[in-house]
């Protein structure tokens, strides 16, 4: 069993950054892949950025790639995303998700754990 608790949202305004945390409960945390997904009002959950249980390779959905970076540091249960030059289009509740497999965490579908999800406001 994994609980995931978010943190770090929060107000910005265009062009600023955010970095947020998903720190988790469980033993079993590095052998887990983790994600961030989003929701925008009215809209479905979107996938943002993974990364797989060492670190070692992460992958960004083409919106946020060379803006955000999610990394995670398995000695303190936590996963990370820093959030740079931020747009009021990235405005959403982010997830965190925990998969003990990078490709269903990839593909959004079956992921066995979620976060409750941090709000993130990016105004003009």
């Known amino acids: 069993q994994v609980q995931l608790a978010e943190s770090g949202g929060g107000l910005v305004q265009a062009g600023g950054s955010l970095s947020l945390s998903c720190a988790a409960s469980g033993r079993t945390f590095n052998t887990y892949a983790m994600g961030w997904f989003r929701q925008a009002p009215g809209k479905e959950r979107a996938f943002v950025a993974a990364?797989?249980?060492?670190?070692?390779?992460?992958y960004y959905a083409d919106s946020v790639k060379g803006r955000f970076t999610i990394s995670r540091d398995n000695a303190k249960n936590t996963v990370y995303l820093q959030m740079n030059s931020l747009k009021p289009e990235d405005t959403a509740v982010y997830y965190c998700a925990a998969d003990p497999t990078y490709n269903v965490v990839l593909g959004g579908n079956k992921i066995h754990y979620w976060g409750q999800g941090t709000q993130v406001t990016v105004s003009w």
């Open positions: 990364i797989n249980w060492a670190g070692t390779r992460t």
